[in-house]
């Protein structure tokens, strides 16, 4: 088992070059093949894995991820079962793995055992969209007693909250493509080299864009500017149209993305940008 502090292996995540984050719903279809996916998506090179907490009103997912989240609750996932397909994988990897979920069933569960249990199975970080910037030290004293980052999402807003969220921002920053919910994008308009500019006036963190990428392009133009890419709701149709016969579409998909990252590393090396068509 992992005994390094959640910042630790986040950082560590983003140290292969590019990062590709890659996210699903625990639970959906089931729990041995969310073991199964994100163990296949790990193989295929996923930096790091968010596993997401299914929640009756997840306000920042679009229908996508909400489907998902709706069909994991109605298959009997809980919090506790969440931590249990943590436990199976454990057993196999010690892949670099973080929460979504929000803020309610933390509650529920009590935040020093939900962190305390994250910290046993080597859990890194939480995402929790619903938790305001201002009021996340309840719940970020307890994630610091027992190593787990809590991780900040900034969406594109004034340079000055920009800097504000990312001064204390631990693990990386979630960089928010787009104003909305979570979806497939065809295009990303949102002006991101300012956002992470802003950023780095205050903080070395690793910036991560997510909301609607979907293709290795977009993936290698977000991470043009950042340092990483993060992909939820395409890994989540992929999953819906295939349930349980998901590894070998999965694994394809997350090899492509991370190839397209790899290209993008290469050409910032040598002073270009990558932004050819996949």
């Known amino acids: 088992m992992n005994k390094k502090s959640g910042n630790t292996i986040i950082r560590e995540a983003f140290g292969n070059g590019k990062a ?15 073991v199964s996916y994100i163990l296949e998506m790990e193989q ?45 994988v454990r057993e196999r990897s010690e892949a670099a793995l973080v929460f979504m979920t929000y803020l309610n069933p933390v509650f529920h569960y009590g935040y020093e055992r939900f962190f305390q249990k994250c910290e046993e199975l080597g859990v890194a970080g939480i995402i929790i969209p619903d938790l305001p910037f201002e009021e996340k030290e309840e719940v970020d004293a307890a994630a610091k007693r027992h190593q787990v980052a809590l991780i900040s999402m900034v969406a ?7 800097r504000s969220i ?15 919910v979570t979806g497939v994008r065809s295009e990303i308009t949102t002006d991101l080299s300012s956002m992470v500019a802003a950023v780095r006036k205050v903080s070395d963190i690793p910036c991560a864009v997510g909301f609607g990428i979907s293709t290795p392009k977009q993936a290698a133009e977000m991470a043009a500017v950042a340092d990483g890419s ?29 190839q397209a990252l790899g290209k993008e590393a290469a050409s910032v090396r040598a002073g270009q940008v990558f932004c050819e068509d996949s």
């Open 20 to 34: 590709f984050i890659a996210f699903l719903t625990a639970g959906d279809p089931d729990a041995d093949s969310t």
């Open 44 to 88: 295929a090179g996923a930096d790091l894995i968010e596993i997401g907490i299914p929640f009756s009103d997840p306000t920042a997912e679009g229908p996508v991820i909400q489907e998902a989240d709706l069909r994991a609750l109605r298959g009997g996932m809980t919090t506790d079962g969440v931590f249990e397909i943590v436990r199976r």
């Open 156 to 162: 594109p807003t004034s340079e000055e909250r920009v």
């Open 166 to 180: 990312a001064a204390s921002a631990e693990g990386f920053l979630y960089v928010v493509s787009s104003m909305g």
């Open 230 to 258: 993060i992909v939820g709701s395409a890994i989540v149709q992929l999953i819906a149209r295939h349930g349980r016969n998901a590894k070998e579409p999965l694994r394809e998909y997350v090899a492509a993305m991370k």
